[in-house]
């Protein structure tokens, strides 16, 4: 993707993740017909099919009306968020980015419709049951944010009593409620001011929708005990579905926890996954809350055919895949729920972090990114890509360049797959653009190509040992792993 459009699709900031992403490339489903990721959606002719369980394997469900609009575009998030809204601090280009609010505090409110079962009521989560999940200091989410932002960043608030909406989740059309589409005055028992974050749980038996941050100021008219919310107000919107899909499979969005998938193969899908030590709904949370912390990207990858990715290779011999990066959980986190060095820089969470300017060559020891001691990642700017931005451009985007860094081996967020502990021998690399984050295959595998599609293969992306890279841009080579695990290797800033 070119910087003009990065920087055109980052400045709209729309945060849509469904619950979990869908990423793979598939062939035109039909009802019945095997397909290959559980959860994937597609859209074909009006019709919304997804990929779900049933006892002969993963299969398209029956299409459902998908409506769209015929002049202008229909919104696919509960609300737009505009460049103003996001608070982003003004750095000089090797500067570290002003560190995100602490203690952040959240106000969680429940959400209930009128065509819910009563039965499935009885089935949703308490408020307590959403303060273990989210608030209390031994859950997973906290762990996680600990470890993440090195004792940094504190998430603190509260569970609100959950509120009956008059009005129903399920359209007949088949779309779900977004309150982008029809103005909602929600009525809550306390005051949310001097929340950060407003976090609406709406709970259903139909359908699971999407999760998405969004605020106020564009496009939506949301309203809490009849005035309309400001537009600053950041919010999150966190769907849970407890019930059946038409094949009868249990789905519970909320205690479910996610699964991993083995190397990529043809009979992958088919093969017992790993479950993890967290839930789809912990999970999506973190994604969409480093989304309202500022980080209005996800991290992604970039691979080409058993080559190493260029610009100038044919689109036939490469894939530009958002979610990507299964080892970040700004990307799909398939492999690992992680999270880059990069972003931390970008979140302010880590100062320990070098420089390679134009002409330089230089030789760096990393520690992991989950380190506490030790230079976590290196960063590379393109003089020319920061020399082509405007000045308000460059206060916002800290990218346009590469970003090394190496990944952890025993991390606890890992799913602890063999393949997926070897990609810590060595460097991982990333194309930086505005501030979205493109991981490369750093050992190219060829494209993967199946009777339903192509999928890139990104089991294997480090830079081992008696390896190197050059892309024309940056080279990179000696690279040495040490007792310790850290990894030591020169790189030249060419361009």
Known sequence: MKRTQSILLLSLLIFVTQLPASTSIAATPKTGAKCSKMKQVQVVNGLRYTCIKSAGGLVWSKGVTFRTATSTPTPTSICEIPPTSVKISKPK??????RVKSPYRVAIVP????DTASDAIAKFPTGLDIQRQILDKDSFVQSWLTDQSFGSFVLVGKVF????????FLYPNGETFKNDKDPIDIKISESYQGYDLLMFVPMNDKRLGGANAFTNAHKCNLRINGNLVPATQQMLWMPIRIGSDEFGNSQNSFLDQEETYTRATEKEFEEKTRKTSYTYFQSTFLHELIHT?????HANSRTADGKVYTESLPSSEKIEKEYGNLFDVMGSGEYMLGLSSYIKYVLGWSDRFGNVAFGETKTFTLSHNESKQGLIGI????????EALSPDEKLIFWGGGYWIEVLPKNSKYSSRLDFVEANSEGIVIHQTEAISAWLLDASPNPIRKYNWGTAPDTSDVVLREGQSFNDGTISITNVKVQSTGQVTFTVSKQK
Request: glycine fraction near 6%; hydrophobic fraction near 40%; charged fraction near 15%.
């Open 111 to 114: 959400l209930l419709f009128k």
């Open 93 to 98: 280009i090797a500067s570290l980015p002003k």
């Open 379 to 386: 960063r590379m700017v393109n003089s020319d890509y920061q």
């Open 161 to 168: 009593d959950a509120v009956s909406i008059n009005q129903n």
């Open 293 to 297: 912390l500022g980080y209005g990207a």
